[in-house]
C-alpha cells in the first residue's frame, strides 16, 4: 500500500509540477523574444547614411529613441569613429568608443548576444554602426526569471499539499480494498489455528499400522505445511501494520548476522554448500532485533534453497556513508530482469510446481520486504552470470 501511495503521489507531483513549470518556461521565452524583437527591430531600423529621409540630419531617427535603453549610432570614415549619436534620454558609462574600435575590427553584420548575460548588440553596416546598450533588458529579463523561479517555488509547495490530499483520496478505495483483504487472511489464519492445532493433535494419537501408516504421514506432512503457511499469514499480516518506535531499540546489528550465519552453517554443509561472511566490526542500528534476524534468515534460507551444490553463499556487511548495506550473494540459476521485482510480490513463485514441493508460498520475499519497510530501507535483487545478490540498505 505504501508502494501504490508513492507512485500515486509521484505521478501527480510530477503531472502538476510539470504544467507548472511548461508555463513558466513558456511566459520566459515570451518576455526574452519580446525584448529580441524589439533589438533586431531597432538595429535594423539604423540609417544608411546617404541623402534621404532616412540619413542622420533627418528628423525620422528620432523613431529609434526607445525610453528605457539606450541606442547609438556611430559613423565610420576610414575606419575611424568620425561621430557618435546617442539617441535616448540617458547615459550610462558605457564605453561606446571602445566597443566601436572592436566592432570596426570584425567583419560587418549583425550581431545580438544572449540577452541573459550579454552587454550590448550591434548592426555594422556600410559607415554606420548602431550599438544597444542591453544591460538594462538583461537586468529586467533576469528579475523576470528571478520573480518566475519564486513563484514556481510556491506553486511546487502548494503542488506538494495538493498532490498529498489527492493521494489520499485517489487511494482511499484500494486501501479499504487491501486494509478488508488483509483482515479477512488474518482472521481466517487465527480461526484456522484451533482446528489445525486439533487435527495435528489427533495425528499424533492415532496408532499406526501397515495400512494407515502413508495416510496418518500424509496428515501430519499436509498439517504442517498449513501449519507454516498460517505463521507466514500471520506474519505478514503482522508486518504490514508496521513496527512500533517502542519496539526499536540501538542494536549491534553486526553480531545479529554473525549470529544469524553461524546458525545457517550446518544448513548448508548439509547441501554440500558454505558460507562465507566479511562482516564489519561493531556497526550499530535502531531496529526491530527479532525482525532483522527474521530477515537475514529468509534471504539465507532463500540462498541455499536456490544455490548450485559445491558453491558458497558470501555474507557481506558494510557501511557505506550514513547506510548499512547488507548483500548475500549466491550461485545458482539467475532471476530474469523482469523477475527481479516481482519476486517480493506476495504468492509470487518464479517455478510453481518445485516451490509448491519445498513447502514454499511465495511468502518469505514478501516478508523480508516489509521488514525492510518498516525501517526505511531498500532491498532488491540482482542476477548476473549465475549470481544473485540480494542487497539491502538500511538508512541510519
Do not use: W
Given at each position: 500500500?505504501?508502494?501504490?501511495?508513492?507512485?500515486?503521489?509521484?505521478?501527480?507531483?510530477?503531472?502538476?509540477?510539470?504544467?507548472?513549470?511548461?508555463?513558466?518556461?513558456?511566459?520566459?521565452?515570451?518576455?526574452?523574444?519580446?525584448?529580441y524583437d524589439n533589438i533586431k527591430r531597432n538595429l535594423d531600423f539604423m540609417p544608411d547614411n546617404k541623402p534621404g529621409p532616412n540619413s542622420f540630419d533627418k528628423e525620422p531617427i528620432d523613431n529609434m529613441i526607445i525610453m528605457?535603453?539606450?541606442?547609438?549610432?556611430?559613423?565610420?570614415?576610414?575606419?575611424?569613429?568620425?561621430?557618435?549619436?546617442?539617441?535616448?534620454?540617458?547615459?550610462?558609462?558605457?564605453?561606446?568608443?571602445?566597443?566601436?574600435?572592436?566592432?570596426?575590427?570584425?567583419?560587418?553584420?549583425?550581431?545580438?548576444?544572449?540577452?541573459?548575460?550579454?552587454?550590448?548588440?550591434?548592426?555594422?553596416?556600410?559607415?554606420?554602426?548602431?550599438?544597444?546598450?542591453?544591460?538594462?533588458?538583461?537586468?529586467?529579463?533576469?528579475?523576470?526569471?528571478?520573480e518566475s523561479i519564486i513563484i514556481l517555488l510556491i506553486f511546487e509547495i502548494i503542488i506538494y499539499y495538493v498532490s498529498k490530499k489527492l493521494t489520499k483520496r485517489i487511494t482511499r478505495p484500494a486501501k479499504e480494498s487491501f486494509?478488508?483483504?488483509?483482515?479477512?487472511?488474518?482472521?481466517?489464519?487465527?480461526?484456522?489455528?484451533?482446528?489445525?492445532?486439533?487435527?495435528?493433535?489427533?495425528?499424533?494419537?492415532?496408532?499406526?499400522?501397515?495400512?494407515?501408516?502413508?495416510?496418518?504421514?500424509?496428515?501430519?506432512?499436509?498439517?504442517?505445511?498449513?501449519?507454516?503457511?498460517?505463521?507466514?499469514?500471520?506474519?505478514?499480516?503482522?508486518?504490514?501494520?508496521?513496527?512500533?518506535?517502542?519496539?526499536?531499540?540501538?542494536?549491534?546489528?553486526?553480531?545479529?548476522?554473525?549470529?544469524?550465519?553461524?546458525?545457517?552453517?550446518?544448513?548448508?554443509?548439509?547441501?554440500?554448500?558454505?558460507?562465507?561472511?566479511?562482516?564489519?566490526?561493531?556497526?550499530?542500528?535502531?531496529?526491530?532485533?527479532?525482525?532483522?534476524?527474521?530477515?537475514?534468515?529468509?534471504?539465507?534460507?532463500?540462498?541455499?534453497?536456490?544455490?548450485?551444490?559445491?558453491?558458497?553463499?558470501?555474507?557481506?556487511?558494510?557501511?557505506?556513508?550514513?547506510?548499512?548495506?547488507?548483500?548475500?550473494?549466491?550461485?545458482?540459476?539467475?532471476?530474469?530482469?523482469?523477475?527481479?521485482?516481482?519476486?517480493?510480490?506476495?504468492?509470487?513463485?518464479?517455478?510453481?510446481?518445485?516451490?509448491?514441493?519445498?513447502?514454499?508460498?511465495?511468502?518469505?520475499?514478501?516478508?523480508?520486504?516489509?521488514i525492510v519497510n518498516n525501517h526505511n530501507g531498500i532491498i532488491k535483487a540482482n542476477s548476473k552470470n549465475n549470481k544473485t545478490t540480494f542487497t539491502i540498505i538500511l538508512k541510519k
Amino acid at each position: 500500500m505504501k508502494e501504490l501511495n508513492k507512485k500515486v503521489f509521484k505521478i501527480l507531483f510530477l503531472i502538476l509540477s510539470l504544467f507548472i513549470i511548461s508555463g513558466v518556461i513558456i511566459y520566459n521565452v515570451r518576455v526574452y523574444t519580446k525584448e529580441y524583437d524589439n533589438i533586431k527591430r531597432n538595429l535594423d531600423f539604423m540609417p544608411d547614411n546617404k541623402p534621404g529621409p532616412n540619413s542622420f540630419d533627418k528628423e525620422p531617427i528620432d523613431n529609434m529613441i526607445i525610453m528605457d535603453y539606450e541606442v547609438y549610432t556611430v559613423k565610420i570614415k576610414n575606419n575611424n569613429i568620425d561621430e557618435v549619436i546617442n539617441h535616448s534620454n540617458n547615459t550610462s558609462n558605457i564605453d561606446i568608443e571602445k566597443i566601436s574600435k572592436k566592432i570596426i575590427s570584425k567583419d560587418k553584420g549583425s550581431y545580438i548576444g544572449n540577452l541573459y548575460n550579454s552587454k550590448y548588440s550591434y548592426n555594422y553596416k556600410d559607415d554606420t554602426i548602431t550599438i544597444i546598450n542591453t544591460k538594462s533588458i538583461t537586468n529586467r529579463l533576469l528579475f523576470t526569471l528571478l520573480e518566475s523561479i519564486i513563484i514556481l517555488l510556491i506553486f511546487e509547495i502548494i503542488i506538494y499539499y495538493v498532490s498529498k490530499k489527492l493521494t489520499k483520496r485517489i487511494t482511499r478505495p484500494a486501501k479499504e480494498s487491501f486494509n478488508k483483504q488483509k483482515d479477512f487472511i488474518a482472521d481466517a489464519s487465527h480461526e484456522l489455528k484451533t482446528p489445525l492445532a486439533v487435527i495435528m493433535a489427533s495425528a499424533d494419537e492415532l496408532k499406526e499400522t501397515k495400512a494407515n501408516k502413508k495416510y496418518i504421514d500424509n496428515i501430519k506432512y499436509e498439517s504442517n505445511r498449513m501449519n507454516n503457511l498460517i505463521k507466514n499469514l500471520l506474519d505478514l499480516s503482522k508486518l504490514e501494520n508496521g513496527v512500533s518506535i517502542s519496539n526499536k531499540k540501538a542494536e549491534n546489528i553486526s553480531n545479529t548476522i554473525e549470529r544469524i550465519s553461524l546458525t545457517f552453517d550446518s544448513i548448508a554443509y548439509e547441501n554440500n554448500l558454505k558460507i562465507e561472511s566479511n562482516i564489519d566490526k561493531d556497526i550499530m542500528f535502531k531496529c526491530s532485533k527479532e525482525e532483522i534476524e527474521k530477515l537475514i534468515s529468509i534471504i539465507l534460507d532463500n540462498a541455499i534453497k536456490h544455490s548450485y551444490k559445491d558453491t558458497t553463499i558470501n555474507i557481506d556487511v558494510f557501511k557505506n556513508k550514513n547506510n548499512i548495506n547488507i548483500e548475500i550473494t549466491n550461485i545458482g540459476d539467475p532471476i530474469d530482469k523482469d523477475k527481479e521485482d516481482k519476486i517480493f510480490e506476495r504468492f509470487y513463485r518464479i517455478d510453481k510446481s518445485r516451490n509448491r514441493d519445498n513447502n514454499r508460498y511465495g511468502l518469505g520475499l514478501s516478508i523480508a520486504k516489509n521488514i525492510v519497510n518498516n525501517h526505511n530501507g531498500i532491498i532488491k535483487a540482482n542476477s548476473k552470470n549465475n549470481k544473485t545478490t540480494f542487497t539491502i540498505i538500511l538508512k541510519k
